[in-house]
């Protein structure tokens, strides 16, 4: 199961961090992922950490403006977001898995809202 939290109302400029929360398997061995969906919009892939947080991977969209990291002592993977822009609002999902093995979970998604 994952749970992902920590959305909400944000200026432009702003920061805000998403954690996702993992339980019922052994967090270290799968890389987590956050995707976002605007409305409108297909899924689009944000952000990717491998099972040991030694290697991340980032959209070019994102890059430079969000840190991913994990803490496998508490299951969990935060998703910091800073110089948020409008282009950024949308509903963030984290899933286990990444790209080149595809997504078996997914947490049911936290809305982020970038508007002054």
């Known amino acids: 199961q994952l749970q992902a939290s920590g959305g909400g109302l944000v200026p432009p400029g702003g920061s805000l961090r998403l954690s996702c929360a993992a339980s019922?398997?052994?967090?270290?061995?799968?890389?987590i992922t956050w995707i976002r969906q605007a409305p409108g919009k297909g899924p689009e892939w944000v952000s990717s950490i491998i099972g040991d947080g030694q290697t991340t991977y980032y959209a070019d969209s994102v890059k430079g403006r969000f840190t991913i990291s994990r803490d496998n002592t508490k299951n969990t993977v935060d998703l910091l977001m800073n110089s948020l822009k409008s282009e950024d609002a949308a509903k963030y999902y984290c899933?286990?898995?990444?790209?080149?093995?595809?997504?078996?979970?997914w947490g049911q998604g936290t809305q982020v809202t970038v508007s002054s």
């Open positions: 899933a286990r898995g990444s790209m080149s093995t595809g997504y078996d979970f």
């Open positions: 019922g398997f052994t967090f270290s061995k799968f890389s």
